[in-house]
């Protein structure tokens, strides 16, 4: 466990050496703090405010795997087309557009049709932040201890995320302010993910 530590320690300290790769990283962990959290309260939310019942939420489930199917192959396509960093930011903006989008949602369909969006850009934005960091990554024999430190960002940023959310959820005592926040994650990944591109192109 003590190695773990020490390698995730080392990829620590080569990021202050790989400008590019941290200002992703940095992206990354506020985006995907947002995805994590969309994923793990959309079912509370649709429950709770929208007043959904089991059926309708198993609905939801069954929308969000199968269109995110059909999303990661588009995403695949537009990061061929344009390249990863482009379709990135374009996932990025379109989660903005979904949490805005959510906060008006007052009816069932409205929240399929919601449903539809996060399966167009969940799967997809997650495959590409994914091998986006892989072609960003310096070349090393410590692989292994980059993916760790990867996937540890992204486990941070899910706590993150879902202990910020409820706690706005507890102050502010309406859940459509927590949905309102996750703007704020993201557009700060938009802001870093812009300045990733400027020096890089992939």
């Not at 390249?83 to 959510?102: D, H, Q, S, Y």
């Not at 994650?185 to 890089?200: D, E, K, S």
């Amino acid at each position: 466990m003590l190695h773990g530590y020490l390698e995730l320690l080392k990829v620590w300290k080569n990021l202050n050496r790989e400008r590019v790769l941290r200002t992703f990283l940095m992206a990354f962990f506020f985006y995907i703090m947002g995805v994590q959290t969309v994923m793990f309260m959309a079912a509370s939310f649709g429950e709770k405010v929208i007043g959904l019942g089991m059926k309708q939420l198993l609905i939801t489930v069954l929308i969000l795997e199968y269109i995110g199917i059909l999303g990661a192959f588009l995403f695949a396509g537009l990061s061929k087309r344009w390249g990863n960093l482009k379709a990135l930011t374009l996932a990025v903006i379109v989660w903005i557009g979904i949490c805005i989008g959510a906060y008006f949602i007052q009816t069932p369909m409205q929240f399929y049709a919601t449903g539809v969006f996060i399966g167009l850009v969940m799967g997809g934005i997650q495959s590409l932040s994914r091998s986006t960091f892989a072609k960003m990554m310096p070349k090393t024999e410590n692989n292994a201890g980059y993916f760790s430190f990867y996937d540890v960002c992204e486990k941070m940023a899910m706590m993150c995320g879902l202990l910020l959310f409820g706690y706005l959820d507890n102050w502010t005592g309406n859940m459509r302010n927590s949905i309102i926040a996750l703007v704020l994650w993201f557009a700060l990944g938009l802001i870093f993910l812009m300045r990733a591109r400027r020096v890089q192109v992939i």
